[in-house]
């Protein structure tokens, strides 16, 4: 999507909390940040926090020369991992985990590309 | 690359993740210069979250449901000003509460219009976007999506596109 954008004529930024992964499809401008999934932004009603965060990343589209310009962003996050696992330990797997926990030979699926049925 | 992608999520999500890595090849990547100074440009947002106004249609999820291979590859607009009174998420790979509870943590639209009226950018777009980040196969959103967007953004005037995955 983001490539896309950009090669429309969009100068375009991404916010990751998974660089490694955002990184692995070729994006022009990346910032990535140490937070849980499900609030890529901050807590909830902290508007000075998720401020900070918004203005960080939106200076790398004045700051990039060049594509590939990548930015670790220094917040850090104020739960421990187990927290924020407890904090959504009501939530259902997702159906493609519960279908690879039930067949784990499906597993390999993942890897061919060749996920249409 | 300091950052651990892959800290808070679990088993099967990892796996997941590390495959979808493996199959990317970035290949040459686009770049747009920023045609002026951020604090005269117009931003527009988009998030992976699969979040829809309770008065649009919600994001497929019987059909994942049925083949856990798929995902709903469409978009939604998302007006600015729209709170978290007026959406739903549909995204089956997160915790939707908490963007149910601040639609800021996905889609910082109030956040992008104090940016606006503190002079950092020109402003905020009038219509922000969504679609739903599980898709292993991205052919419809790249052949279908990813063109109604970009020509929604070139209609709005639209300079800068700030992405948020979920």
């Known amino acids: 999507m983001q ?7 969009f100068a375009t930024v991404t916010l990751s909390w998974m660089p ?5 499809v070729g994006v022009p401008r990346l910032a990535g940040i140490s937070y849980p999934l499900s609030r890529p932004l901050g807590r909830p ?3 000075d926090g998720q401020r900070a965060v918004l203005e960080a990343t939106l200076r790398l589209l004045d700051d990039a020369k060049g594509p590939d310009h990548y930015v670790e962003l220094p917040f850090e996050w104020p739960e421990t991992v187990a927290e924020v696992r407890n904090a959504s330990k ?3 797997p ?3 985990a519960e279908l690879l926990r039930r067949q784990p030979w499906l597993v390999p699926r993942l890897y061919t590309g060749r996920i249409r049925l | 690359m300091a950052i651990d992608s892959y800290r808070y999520v679990d088993f099967a999500t990892r796996q997941i993740m590390k495959a979808w890595a493996a199959r990317q090849e970035p290949g040459v990547i686009p ?3 920023l045609a002026k100074p951020l604090r005269e440009c117009t931003v527009a947002l988009i998030s992976t979250a699969g979040i829809a106004r309770r008065d649009d249609r919600p994001f497929d999820q019987e059909g994942e449901r049925r083949d856990p291979w798929w995902g709903d590859p469409t978009f939604r607009r998302i007006p600015l000003g ?3 009174r007026d959406i739903r998420v549909w995204h089956l ?4 509460h908490f963007g149910e509870e601040d639609l800021d943590v996905l889609l910082p639209m109030r956040r992008l219009a104090e940016l606006a009226s503190a002079g950092r950018i020109g402003r905020a777009a009038s219509t922000h976007y969504s679609f739903m980040g599980y898709l292993l196969d991205t052919t419809e959103l790249i052949e279908k999506t990813a063109p109604a967007i970009a020509t929604s953004l070139h209609e709005e005037g639209v300079d800068a596109v700030v992405l948020v995955p979920v």
């Not at chain 1, 490539?3 to 004529?9: D, M, P, T, V």
């Not at chain 1, 490694?20 to 692995?24: E, G, I």
């Not at chain 2, 790979?93 to 939707?96: C, V």
């Open chain 1, 45 to 47: 009603h902290d508007a």
């Open chain 1, 90 to 92: 009501g939530v259902p």
């Open chain 1, 20 to 24: 490694a992964l955002t990184r692995r």
């Open chain 2, 31 to 33: 770049f747009t210069p």
């Open chain 2, 93 to 96: 790979h997160i915790d939707p």
């Open chain 1, 94 to 96: 997702a159906p493609i």
């Open chain 2, 82 to 84: 729209t709170t978290e």
């Open chain 1, 3 to 9: 490539r896309h954008l950009e090669a429309s004529g």
